[in-house]
C-alpha cells in the first residue's frame, strides 16, 4: 500500500534560521505527484507545493522541495523561518489508480521571534 | 478559483443524535471527499465519491454514511452521534486531471456531548 511518514510532529524554530520537514514514503503503485499541504490556524489545508519530476526543485512562497525517488523522499526546506510560517504542514502523494491522496500525519511548525 | 462550501461550520450534538453534515462545490470536480482531523492523527478520509449516486469507504468509514445525489453535493451522516465522533471535518473536491490536486471546504467544528 501506501504511506507517507513525517517523523516530526512538532519542529520549533527562531526567526530568520532555516527550517526544514522531513518526509519520506513508501508506494507499490505508480504515483502522479506529491504535495506539501500547509494549513494555517482554523483554516483549510491548501496546497504549498507540488512535484511530479524526480530530482527537480520545487519553490513557491520561499519554501522548495525536491523530489528524491531513489531516497523515497520530498523534505521541505527554508532558508529563512517567518512568523507567519507557523501553521501544520501535511506531506502527501497522490495515486493514479483510484484518485486519492495519501496524507502524513502533519508537523506543526512554530516560528518564535 | 475552485470554490468549496460546507454547512454548518459548528455544530454541537448530542449523544445518539442524527448528524448531517453538506458539502457543496462548483469546481465541476468530479471527486468529493470526507475527512475527520484530529490533533495527532492528521487527515483521515472517511468516504469518497467519484460519480453522482455512488460513494466508496474511506480509511475509517465506521459510524459514517455518506450521500452524493448529484456532482455538486456530498453529504456525511452520522446516525447515531458519538463523542468520539467530536472532530473537524474538512470536505475536498477533485477532478481526474493533472495530479488530482484536492481543494478543501472550511471545515465543520462538530462536537458531541
Known amino acids: 500500500g501506501d504511506s507517507v511518514t513525517q517523523t516530526e510532529g512538532l519542529v520549533t524554530v527562531t526567526e530568520g534560521l532555516p527550517v526544514k520537514l522531513n518526509c519520506t514514503y513508501q508506494?507499490?503503485?505508480?504515483?502522479?505527484?506529491f504535495f506539501w499541504y500547509v494549513q494555517y490556524l482554523n483554516e483549510a489545508p491548501q496546497v504549498l507545493l507540488k512535484?511530479?519530476?524526480?530530482?527537480k526543485r520545487t519553490e513557491h512562497q520561499g519554501f522548495h522541495a525536491t523530489l528524491h525517488k531513489s531516497s523515497s523522499s520530498f523534505h521541505l526546506q527554508k532558508s529563512s523561518a517567518q512568523l507567519s510560517d507557523s501553521a501544520l504542514y501535511y506531506c502527501?502523494?497522490?495515486?493514479?489508480?483510484?484518485?486519492?491522496?495519501?496524507f502524513g500525519d502533519g508537523t506543526q511548525l512554530v516560528v518564535k521571534p | 478559483e475552485a470554490a468549496v462550501t460546507q454547512s454548518p461550520r459548528s455544530k454541537v450534538a448530542v449523544t445518539g443524535g442524527k448528524v448531517t453534515l453538506s458539502c457543496h462545490q462548483t469546481?465541476?470536480?468530479?471527486?468529493m471527499y470526507w475527512y475527520r482531523q484530529d490533533t495527532g492523527h492528521g487527515l483521515r478520509l472517511i468516504h469518497y465519491?467519484?460519480?453522482?449516486?455512488?460513494?466508496e469507504k474511506g480509511d475509517i468509514p465506521d459510524g459514517y454514511k455518506a450521500s452524493r445525489p448529484s456532482q455538486e453535493n456530498f453529504s456525511l451522516i452520522l446516525e447515531l452521534a458519538s463523542l468520539s465522533q467530536t472532530a473537524v471535518y474538512f470536505c475536498?473536491?477533485?477532478?481526474?486531471?493533472?495530479?488530482?490536486?484536492?481543494?478543501f471546504g472550511p471545515g465543520t467544528r462538530l462536537t458531541v456531548l
Open positions: 469546481n465541476n470536480h468530479d471527486y
Open positions: 502527501a502523494l497522490s495515486r493514479r489508480s483510484n484518485n486519492r491522496i495519501f
Open positions: 508506494t507499490t503503485y505508480l504515483t502522479i505527484a
Open positions: 475536498a473536491s477533485s477532478d481526474q486531471q493533472g495530479v488530482y490536486e484536492q481543494y
Open positions: 465519491s467519484y460519480v453522482a449516486d455512488s460513494t
Open positions: 512535484s511530479s519530476t524526480d530530482n
